[in-house]
């Protein structure tokens, strides 16, 4: 809504601005598997339970922030695998003098 004219961005908010605040839904992506998702998810849970980890929003914070490195890493790092698996392949398939 507009909240004064003087403001020279005072207006209603446009359908793209709108689509970037609506992230409902954004626990719930990570928390339709929390406590119990799979095997590895339910025993990082009963380890923090049982070290008596309080999660409090600075220690979540890091988790999150943790997973969203752990995450890059791995899928940059298994791409990497994959290229040299590929290029390995290609160079046995038509580069290798055959004896
Ligand atoms: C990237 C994944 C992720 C997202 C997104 C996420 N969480 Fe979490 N959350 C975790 C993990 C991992 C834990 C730790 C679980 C554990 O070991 O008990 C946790 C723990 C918590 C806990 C503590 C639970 C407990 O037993 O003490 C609360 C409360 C919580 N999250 C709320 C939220 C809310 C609210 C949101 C959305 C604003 C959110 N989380 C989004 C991953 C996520």
Redesign the pocket.
């Known amino acids: 809504m507009t909240v004064g004219h003087h403001w020279s961005l005072s207006g209603p908010l446009s359908k793209a601005q709108r689509d970037k605040l609506d992230r409902s839904g ?6 339709q598997d ?2 119990q998702g799979n095997l590895a ?1 339910s025993a ?6 049982m070290a008596e ?4 929003t600075r ?2 914070t890091d ?2 922030n943790k ?2 490195n752990l995450g890059a890493w791995v899928q940059v790092i298994v791409g990497m695998i994959m290229g040299i698996v590929v290029m390995l392949v290609m160079y046995r398939l038509f580069f290798r003098k055959k004896r």
């Open positions: 954004v626990c719930f992506s990570c928390h929390i406590p998810v990082m849970t009963h380890i923090a339970q980890i309080t999660i409090d220690k979540h988790i999150l997973i969203l």
